[in-house]
């Protein structure tokens, strides 16, 4: 069989896309790459000499001959994020990758296919497929709408078991298997039988049969069917193991208070995984446990042809089985998919997973992930694989770099503040430390919440502190405290604090808290208010989810109604009535004003990234022109719910936080100087095979680049974004640039600054 809609060749996603792109510090412009955690391994496949595991978002093949792992997404050929269930059929050597939405990829003969009809189905509910059963080539999908017949051969669905339960009871199916000549379905109604007789109408639930109490089976639902050894085996949690040889089913072996993972049998044993441990039953009904140190939280065991287990574990990702202990492969990513908040400084992007909710730390322990030079490095108390540990500081928050003494410094809702020199030393400050002046301000425990950070032109760091009586305290840059307290009582509740160019605070204030936004200077100890009244600047709404300063100085604001923004903080705070907030316009109408805006952050050339529940978008300097629209459907994001956007400075790459992890973009723009500064120029040389974009970074502020063969003929100009200028390797005419060596002469707007490169073309 050949799968129709070939997507990419899976060879080349093995050999060469883990090495050239997880490792390398730059991709090209206009590329994408994922950035998904794999700590948290949910399933696991074996086809031959390749082991195929799922995280949480992300998905990977490791090549047990090579002892290599490659990172397989949207990016080079997957159809969707998000698998649900995975399994590989020897039969006819499809991979089948089943997505929590419905979708479906089939990996065969070094090609990706895709078949959506059950995730267009126009059915409401839950469509996500939670395990696969083979029989030859019929494949048997159990999903939360039934049991649906695939046809691996004609690609198509034969039929789907819906109404089967009692009465014609809907039923979610979980797992299934065929055990003599029945197929047997484990769902939330318990399990039910019906024969593979040709002449049984299975559609029809009369046809069905549901083992009840009167069977041996409690009456509840199970996840878990297996046939092995001429007996069948499910489980219940909480409960036991049960078996089946055909007559009435029996308590084979009590799970105790444990929620049962799944279950694998190979031709010696039988696997039951537990929620803590994983249980190995032999064919004389012994029973023993597997053990290991990196064994902590089991969700899935399969074993290769010589007998060689291999483990995803929710916690230490893919488990090898080698000489009686367990190796994690976990290949390059975040500790988790979970983000609040981005940072972008020295060319690294620090990411921080932390939260609190009605006031309340959630307890998030992940600490800290930072991703410098292709690689990212995990900071946390954990001690998994490829952790670096850190003294107590949970649900951090937000970052803040200080140039002048080279720390960074998290906001830990509940610890205080935790500082790093980007190194090894930490340190936690809090109400406790001499000189301090953090205050502890939640009555019944021991919590100094801060909830955001921000270092001014002068090196003083301040700091939110959430709830407190002088809400607005600061580290100065000799190391002394001071603290200050806004006139209007909601700045006790700041979310997020920005320190423009003016040096005035604009605090972000928590909605449920009546806040909107609260403008502090402290030099005049004045405190301005900005809402959606007349005379306090008339916002679109009350509900602004971000802030930021662009190159112009001007303040944007993200609301639930759309974008706002400011030329400047000094009449707000000193007009009465205050400035109003100006829209910017797009096609006539107000920018977005239909979205609700999650984040803004602003690139090199002042252009807008603003990301919304509906994907991101990236708008020209005023907003009046469209560059980019990125949604899940044109493009790698594994969600259309931003959460944060953030730049690394230095390439122009664009990280964006989603509910479902982290992808990067890297874009056309980067800060620019007054000066040419280490100017690059990536790919060089241009190959035949190449059809992206060259990118021309280090540039001097928005510099006139243009393009000359080498006798001087010109056949290109461009204007930089920033500190980088693009061409997509064609002339004045669009025709390919010929084999040859080129000319770049790049000059800021005055002549005054000059470069001369060169950039070879092989065609």
Not at 64 to 80: A, F, M, P, R
Not at 219 to 225: A, F, L, R
Not at 265 to 284: G, P, R
Request: charged residues 20%.
């Amino acid at each position: 069989m050949k799968i129709s809609r070939l997507r990419f060749i899976l060879t080349f996603i093995i050999s060469c896309f883990s090495g050239l792109v997880q490792a390398q510090n730059d991709i090209p412009i206009g590329t994408w790459r994922t950035h998904f955690s794999y700590y948290s391994a949910g399933n696991v496949a074996l086809a031959g000499d390749n082991i195929y595991c799922t995280s949480k978002n992300g998905f990977f093949v490791y090549d047990t001959e090579e002892q290599s792992t490659g990172i397989i997404s949207k990016v080079n050929g997957l159809n969707d994020t998000g698998i649900g269930s995975l399994a590989y059929n020897p039969f006819n050597n499809i991979l089948v990758l089943a997505y929590t939405n419905g979708n479906i990829d089939l990996l065969q003969d070094n090609e990706i296919g895709n078949f959506s009809v059950i995730k267009d189905a126009d059915l409401s509910g839950s469509k996500a497929i939670n395990g696969i059963h083979f029989r030859e080539n019929t494949a048997y999908l159990s999903t939360d709408l039934g049991l649906v017949v695939f046809n691996m051969e004609r690609v198509e669905i034969s039929e789907t078991y819906s109404n089967i339960g009692p009465e014609g009871a809907a039923i979610r199916a979980f797992n299934s298997t065929v055990f003599r000549d029945s197929l047997f379905v484990a769902t939330d109604l318990g399990i039910m039988s019906a024969s593979l007789d040709d002449a049984v109408n299975r559609i029809d639930f009369r046809n069905w049969r549901r083992f009840d109490s009167l069977s041996g089976l409690p009456d509840s639902s199970t996840e878990s069917i297996n046939a092995w050894q001429g007996k069948l085996y499910t489980a219940f949690d909480n409960d036991s193991i049960y078996r089946y040889a055909g007559e009435q089913w029996e308590a084979f072996l009590p799970v105790g208070n444990h929620t049962v993972q799944s279950a694998w049998a190979d031709d010696s044993h039988l696997f039951v995984v537990l929620d803590s441990k994983l249980l190995k039953i032999n064919h004389q009904d012994n029973i023993s446990e597997i053990s290991g140190g990196n064994i902590i939280a089991p969700e899935m065991v399969i074993t290769d042809e010589a007998g060689k287990l291999w483990i995803a574990d929710r916690k230490n990702g893919l488990l090898e089985e080698s000489n009686g202990s367990f190796d994690p492969i976990i290949p390059q990513g975040p500790f988790s998919d979970q983000v609040v908040k981005m940072k972008g400084y020295n060319g690294k992007i620090a990411v921080v997973p932390g939260g609190y909710r009605d006031d309340l730390p959630l307890g998030n322990t992940d600490g800290f992930f930072v991703f410098e030079n292709g690689s990212w490095t995990n900071y946390n108390r954990s001690g998994l694989s490829n952790t670096i540990g850190i003294p107590e500081a949970f649900d951090l928050v937000d970052i803040a770099f200080e140039s002048r003494s080279g720390l960074t410094y998290f906001a830990s809702f509940g610890y205080g503040l935790l500082s790093w020199d980007n190194e090894n030393t930490f340190a936690v400050i809090n109400e406790n430390t001499p000189g301090s002046t953090l205050i502890n301000s939640y009555p019944s425990g021991n919590l100094t919440r801060v909830s955001s950070l921000a270092a001014d032109f002068d090196g003083n760091l301040w700091l939110c502190n959430y709830a407190a009586d002088r809400p607005l305290q600061v580290l100065n840059n000799d190391g002394t405290w001071e603290s200050f307290q806004p006139s209007l009582n909601t700045a006790r509740f700041a979310q997020e604090i920005i320190i423009p160019a003016t040096n005035h605070k604009w605090l972000r204030v928590d909605p449920d808290k009546n806040g909107t936004i609260v403008l502090y200077d402290d030099q005049s100890n004045f405190t301005s208010r900005i809402s959606r009244n007349a005379n306090e600047g008339q916002i679109v709404s009350n509900l602004v989810n971000d802030m930021v300063e662009d190159l112009d100085g001007q303040i944007w604001l993200g609301t639930s109604g759309g974008i706002v923004y400011f030329p400047t903080s000094f009449e707000l705070l000193e007009s009465d009535p205050k400035s109003f907030a100006l829209r910017p316009f797009f096609e006539g109408f107000p920018l977005l004003g239909d979205q609700f805006i999650t984040s803004i952050e602003i690139d090199g050339g002042n252009r807008k990234w603003i990301g919304t529940n509906n994907g991101i978008w990236l708008f020209s300097e005023t907003g009046e022109s469209q560059v980019f629209r990125f949604t899940t459907d044109n493009s790698p994001l594994p969600s259309d719910e931003i959460i944060d956007i953030e730049i690394e400075g230095r390439s122009g790459e664009v990280f964006i936080a989603t509910q479902k992890g982290i992808v990067s973009f890297r874009s056309t723009a980067t800060p620019g100087t007054e000066t040419h500064r280490e100017v690059k120029v990536f790919p060089n040389p241009l190959t035949r095979d190449f059809t992206g974009t060259v990118g021309i970074s280090g540039l001097a502020n928005n510099a006139i680049v243009k393009i000359t063969d080498i006798a001087g003929k010109l056949i290109f100009e461009t204007i930089a974004q920033g500190g980088t200028a693009t061409w997509d390797g064609r002339d004045y005419n669009g025709r390919r640039a010929a084999t040859g060596v080129y000319l770049i002469l790049s000059a800021n707007s005055s002549g005054e600054e000059t470069f001369v490169g060169k950039i070879a073309v092989i065609d």
